[in-house]
């Protein structure tokens, strides 16, 4: 396979598009809510960066733990049985809400800016939408 073969491939998997005979080696990496989450979390990441140093221990560490646990708690729970995958699923929805809070704490302190925080709330609101629609399509009742 060509190298810009091989980029075709991981691009199409990072849109949800999978390439003719392409395998996925865990089920929740097929998962639009878990890519998104992923990429919500490396946005996080690179954003924290430009937070002061005084915070490494405070805001920073809570929210990067808070945002990589939505991906975390999506790719276990998805290796249990459904009731416990649910489970799983909203203590991925508490993480997004803590999230929510941080960046509310982080606008007030001018660590972000408005912009920021609206499109960082946004993003997180259509993850829980959709943690709550995998959840939904669960059936366990």
Do not use: W
């Not at 001018?110 to 997180?124: F, G, R």
Request: proline content about 1%.
């Amino acid at each position: 396979m060509t190298v810009s073969g091989k980029q075709s491939m991981v691009r199409s998997r990072e849109f949800g598009v999978r390439s003719k005979g392409a395998s996925v080696g865990f089920r929740f990496e097929e998962l639009v809510v878990y890519r998104r989450s992923i990429v919500f979390a490396d946005r996080i990441y690179s954003l924290t960066k430009s937070f002061p140093n005084d915070e490494k221990f405070g805001l920073i560490s809570q929210i990067r733990r808070a945002t990589v646990s939505i991906a975390l708690n999506i790719a276990e729970g998805s290796s249990r049985k459904k009731k416990d995958f649910a489970r799983f699923l909203d203590i991925s929805r508490g993480s997004a809400h803590e999230c929510v809070a941080i960046l509310s704490i982080s606008l007030m302190q001018k660590y972000i800016d408005k912009s920021v925080y609206n499109e960082c709330k946004n993003e997180l609101i259509e993850i829980v939408k959709m943690l709550s629609g995998l959840k939904k399509s669960l059936n366990i009742d």
